[in-house]
């Protein structure tokens, strides 16, 4: 299982996935819901129910969810994955999340995926630049 808000995809996204892929056989994606993206980064820019289809349609993915907008382990408790993959940036401490899924009996594994080597073309870079360059036209 991974997890994340997926808001412009883009080849962090892609690597992140990919090296989740690796760690099992099948790939769940928990997809997180437009308001615990507000409550965690930002507004989104494309709806959840549309992420979650661009999610689903990479080829690491095998499904992709939308995940639970009050408990972050309502769909752990749904999914039973064996393991979680975590993002190199993602806030969550990777014992404490082993341990809830324990309390709430599904034993996870959980790993943290190295940064990706297009760091530089995350959301909010690439969005930088979209606003640079057009400041630039405009000048």
Known sequence: MATGVFDLLHPGHVFFLTEAKK????LVVV???DQTARRLKREPYVPEHIR???VEALK?????VLGSATDIYETVLSERPQIIALGFDQVW???EVEEEC?????PVKVVR???SPHNELATR???DRILERGREHRS
Do not use: H, K, S, Y
């Not at 690491?60 to 992709?64: C, L, S």
């Open 23 to 26: 760690l099992g056989d099948e």
């Open 31 to 33: 997809v997180a819901r």
């Open 52 to 54: 979650r289809e661009m």
């Open 60 to 64: 690491p993915v095998d499904r992709a």
């Open 93 to 95: 401490n990777e014992r």
């Open 102 to 106: 324990g309390r709430r009996g599904v």
């Open 113 to 115: 995926v190295r940064q």
């Open 125 to 127: 870079r690439i969005v």
